[in-house]
């Protein structure tokens, strides 16, 4: 029987979902079984249960410092089935400020770590991913959010000599790390 691993996450804007999906084919490619769950646009009493999974990753946009509520609020809801250490937990970020390498251990610190605390887990893997900064037409973000996020890319484009398209989608995930993150959790499995 193929292990199965559920990817909850709360995303805002579409990078935390676009990385949950690459997760997903990368577990899928391991031969194990995924389900993806959207804890926005589901119902808390419809979300799943996590009983039938081995293995659960949890995903987080951050915004004005932030983790959006449902994965914090899944984690609550199952904090005593991860307490007893039978399954394997996974958390990740995606934020803006971890787009900076120089960052990521701070908002692992701020965002993960922390978050862990506060509800009583303790993850088997977690790291922090870029972000995305989508100026363009097609972007899910409202005026004043575009607005905040580009005077925030402003200061980053100049503190950290980053190149910064104000019309256009600025990707500055490291597919590699969603790939390896996922490969690990993979491996924490099998093992």
Do not use: C
């Not at 997760?23 to 996590?50: C, F, M, N």
């Amino acid at each position: 029987m193929p292990k199965k691993v559920l990817i909850a996450y709360g995303s805002r804007y579409g990078s935390t979902e676009e990385i949950s999906q690459e997760i997903a084919k990368v577990l899928e490619k391991q031969d194990l079984q995924v389900q993806i769950v959207d804890l926005r646009k589901t119902k808390p009493g419809d979300w799943p249960s996590i009983e039938p999974f081995d293995g659960v990753l949890v995903g987080s946009g951050i915004k004005i410092m932030k983790w959006v509520k449902e994965p914090q609020e899944f984690l609550s809801k199952h904090k005593g089935e991860f307490q007893k250490g039978k399954k394997k937990l996974g958390l990740f970020i995606s934020s803006g400020f971890a787009s900076i390498p120089g960052n990521r251990e701070k908002a692992i610190q701020d965002w993960i770590e922390k978050v862990m605390e506060k509800v009583g887990v303790k993850a088997d893997l977690y790291d922090a991913f870029g972000g995305v900064f989508d100026f363009s037409e097609s972007s899910r973000m409202g005026g004043l959010d575009k607005r905040m996020l580009k005077m925030a890319a402003k200061g980053m484009s100049k503190e950290f000599d980053m190149k910064i398209d104000e019309k256009g989608r600025n990707d500055f995930r490291d597919w590699n790390q969603i790939r390896s993150f996922a490969e690990k959790f993979a491996e924490l499995l099998k093992s």
